[in-house]
């Protein structure tokens, strides 16, 4: 994924103002906005160039790419360019929550436009910014386009007098933060056929996550070792994947005796959604 390196928090507190702006066919309801707000940055996301679509359709959605941007570089905000899958949630979501995620880790200030895009991405884009509470902010329109002159100029959205509304964030409930990171693991290794108990246990171990620390010598004995085990699996199939079963984000998937944890497309949106799994 093409983007900027992480900045860090600019001495004397100050922070940077960075904007994610999904872009579809627009072009007055990606840059209105800026008429009346300052921003240090801006991130377009669009879909790539060499996108396996009509190529009719991406020479269009770049036109507008490359006229978004000319209008805000004339406005001093510095612009990078992320290539996205815009017509798959979960790479939208992927792609705007690790995004979200580690410019807010830098200090900065995030904003997130959800009507410079199509119906679709904006439900990713809505989702992403309420989970990381980033403002979200939608720009109204005064009227649409009719020619198409009128659509080369403003985009599908003509905005005359500048309205945007600012969404109230409310929180949306995820799993305690071990069980994200397992279900990243899981997402990661989804075409491995997902992962046994004592994988699990194992990456728990790695990510030295409270209670799963490993053998102390005096432990390393057959008897000892086989009651540790015992108990991580305890602790493995009663606290974490019990509660992400209930939840419906993973599922057993039994060969004889034996099982394997495959994470659900419910889980997937909750891995994507994290901002631990980087995009492109």
């Known amino acids: 994924m093409s983007m900027t390196t992480k900045n860090d928090p600019l001495p004397g507190g100050l922070r940077d103002v960075v904007h994610i702006i999904p872009l579809g066919h627009e072009i007055d309801r990606a ?42 570089q004339d406005l001093g905000i510095a612009v990078t360019f992320v290539p996205v899958a815009m017509f798959d949630i979960l790479d939208v979501l992927k792609v705007v929550s690790y995004l979200i995620r580690t410019e807010k880790e830098a200090g900065n200030a995030v904003y ?56 109230q964030p409310f929180r949306i409930m995820m799993p305690r933060p071990e069980n994200v990171r397992l279900l990243v693991e899981l997402f990661r290794r989804k075409e491995e056929g997902g992962m046994t108990s004592e994988e699990i246990i194992e990456f728990f171990h790695d990510a030295n996550t409270h209670g799963y620390e490993r053998l102390h010598t005096a432990e390393r004995d057959g008897y000892q070792r086989a009651k540790k085990k015992r108990a991580l699996l305890n602790r493995t199939n009663r606290g974490y994947l019990k509660e992400l079963e209930e939840q419906g984000y993973v599922e057993r998937e039994w060969r004889g005796r034996h099982f394997s944890i495959r994470i659900t497309k419910a889980g997937e949106h909750i891995a994507c959604v994290s901002g631990l799994v980087p995009g492109g």
């Open 112 to 167: 997130v436009n959800m009507s410079s895009c199509g119906r679709k991405t904006s439900v990713a884009v809505t989702l992403a910014a309420m989970v990381h509470e980033a403002m979200l902010y939608y720009v109204s329109a005064d009227r649409y386009a009719t020619a198409d002159g009128e659509e080369c100029e403003h985009g599908l959205s003509i905005v005359k007098t500048v309205r945007t509304e600012v969404f």
């Open 31 to 72: 840059v209105a906005p800026f008429t009346k707000n300052k921003a240090d940055r801006a991130y377009i996301l669009a879909v790539p160039p060499d996108a396996g679509l009509d190529p009719r359709m991406v020479r269009k959605q770049h036109y507008f790419v490359g006229r978004v941007t000319e209008q805000l």
